[in-house]
C-alpha cells in the first residue's frame, strides 16, 4: 500500500509545479511588453570589438529608457552567422534583438533582415578608408587609379574578409574605375595594417579604426572614403565622388533587428529609444572613435535600406564573378 501512496504524492507534487510553471508563464504572457522579462540582445562576435562596445553602450541608455533590463548574450563564430540563425529562431516577441552588420555576403544562405528578421532601426554607418603605403604614394586618387591602370599586375587590397562590406567596396572599386585589385582577405584590419604598412599589400579598404592612427602618424596615405560624406576624424580626406569616382558609394552599417512577426508599436518603441541612445554623450563618443555616424531611420526605412543595399553587392557579385568562398 505504501509503494501506491508514495507515486500518489509524486504525481501530485509533479502536476502542482506543472500547474504552477504553465501559470507563471501565463502571467508573463499577460504582462505588457517589455515588463514580463528582461530582453536579450544578441551579438554574434566576441566581447570587447566594435559590434559588442557599440551595441552595450546602446543597450544601456535603451534599458534605462524603457525600465527593463537588457542582457548582452555573446555568439560569437561563423563570421556572425550564428548568432542569425539563433535569433530567427526565436519569438517574435520583442523580448529577443540582434545586432546585424553589413553589409556581408555568404556562400550559403543565411537569415536576413527582409527575410526571416525584422530591421528596428539604424544603429550607425560610415566609411571604409581605402589606404596604401605613404611611401612614394600617388598624389591623390586620379593618380592612383592611372597608376593602377598602368601597371595592373602590381595592385592588391587588403580587407577583414571574404564577403564583407571591405571586400565588397574594393570590387566595387574596380568594377567602377576599370582596375584590377587583387583581394587579400584578413581575419581582421591589425594584421593588414601591418602588412600595408610593410608594403607586402599595396592597398587596403579597411574601417577607420585600425587605420587612423597610421594616417596621424604619416605611415599610411588615406585616398578617399568610401560614403557620400566625410567624417570629423578625417576632414581633409575626400569621397570617393568628390576625388573622381562620380556615383560612387559604399557605407558599412550596423543594424538593430529581430525576429520576424513582431508588433510594429514595438518596433517603433524600440527605434525611438535607439534614437534617443544615439544623442547621448556617451553613444556619441563611441560612434566618433569608430568613425561612425548614428543612423535616423525608421524601421521600414531601415528594413529598405539593408535590402536595397544587399540587392546591390549580390548583383556586383554575380555581375563580376566574385567567389564568396
Same mark, same amino acid.
Not at 587596403?204 to 604619416?218: D, T
Not at 518603441?269 to 568613425?291: C, F, M, R, W, Y
Given at each position: 500500500m505504501k509503494l501506491p501512496l508514495l507515486r500518489s504524492v509524486r504525481f501530485?507534487?509533479?502536476?502542482?509545479? $506543472? $500547474?504552477?510553471?504553465?501559470?507563471?508563464?501565463?502571467?508573463?504572457?499577460?504582462?505588457?511588453?517589455?515588463?514580463?522579462?528582461?530582453?536579450?540582445?544578441?551579438?554574434?562576435?566576441?566581447?570587447?570589438?566594435?559590434?559588442?562596445?557599440?551595441?552595450?553602450?546602446?543597450?544601456?541608455?535603451?534599458s534605462e529608457k524603457l525600465g527593463q533590463n537588457i542582457v548582452i548574450e555573446n555568439r560569437?563564430?561563423?563570421?556572425?552567422?550564428?548568432?542569425?540563425?539563433?535569433?530567427s529562431r526565436a519569438p517574435g516577441d520583442g523580448y529577443t534583438l540582434v545586432t546585424v552588420p553589413g553589409p556581408i555576403l555568404h556562400a550559403q544562405r543565411q537569415p536576413e533582415i527582409g527575410r526571416e528578421l525584422t530591421a528596428i532601426g539604424l544603429m550607425s554607418q560610415g566609411p571604409i578608408v581605402m589606404v596604401g603605403t605613404?611611401?612614394?604614394?600617388?598624389?591623390?586618387?586620379?593618380?592612383?587609379?592611372?597608376?593602377?591602370?598602368?601597371?595592373?599586375d602590381r595592385w592588391s587590397f587588403a580587407s577583414s574578409g571574404i564577403g564583407t562590406g571591405q571586400h565588397l567596396a574594393g570590387e566595387l572599386f574596380n568594377s567602377m574605375a576599370g582596375t584590377a585589385m587583387i583581394h587579400v582577405p584578413y581575419k581582421g584590419g591589425g594584421q593588414a595594417v601591418t602588412d600595408i604598412v610593410g608594403g607586402q599589400v599595396t592597398l587596403?579598404?579597411?574601417?577607420?579604426?585600425?587605420?587612423?592612427?597610421?594616417?596621424?602618424?604619416?605611415q599610411l596615405k588615406a585616398y578617399a572614403v568610401t560614403t557620400k560624406f566625410r567624417i570629423p576624424s578625417l576632414p581633409d580626406v575626400p569621397t570617393m565622388d568628390e576625388a573622381g569616382l562620380q556615383g560612387y558609394d559604399a557605407t558599412q552599417f550596423f543594424v538593430a533587428a529581430a525576429p520576424r512577426g513582431v508588433d510594429p508599436a514595438?518596433?517603433?518603441?524600440?527605434?525611438?529609444?535607439?534614437?534617443?541612445?544615439?544623442?547621448?554623450?556617451?553613444?556619441?563618443?563611441?560612434?566618433?572613435?569608430?568613425?561612425?555616424?548614428?543612423?535616423?531611420?525608421?524601421p521600414a526605412a531601415t528594413q529598405d535600406f539593408v535590402v536595397n543595399t544587399l540587392a546591390k553587392f549580390n548583383a556586383l557579385v554575380h555581375d563580376a564573378k566574385i567567389k564568396l568562398n
Open positions: 501530485a507534487i509533479a502536476a502542482v509545479a $506543472c $500547474c504552477g510553471s504553465w501559470l507563471a508563464s501565463a502571467a508573463d504572457t499577460a504582462k505588457p511588453w517589455p515588463t514580463a522579462k528582461p530582453i536579450t540582445w544578441v551579438v554574434g562576435y566576441v566581447p570587447g570589438g566594435s559590434v559588442d562596445v557599440l551595441t552595450r553602450a546602446i543597450a544601456k541608455v535603451v560569437p563564430g561563423a563570421s556572425g552567422t550564428l548568432a542569425l540563425q539563433h535569433v605613404a611611401a612614394n604614394a600617388p598624389a591623390n586618387l586620379k593618380e592612383l587609379i592611372a597608376a593602377m591602370k598602368k601597371n595592373p587596403g579598404m579597411l574601417g577607420v579604426a585600425p587605420v587612423l592612427p597610421h594616417i596621424k602618424a604619416g514595438i518596433l517603433a518603441t524600440l527605434n525611438a529609444t535607439i534614437a534617443e541612445a544615439l544623442q547621448t554623450p556617451d553613444v556619441k563618443a563611441t560612434l566618433e572613435a569608430s568613425g561612425q555616424v548614428g543612423g535616423k531611420l525608421s
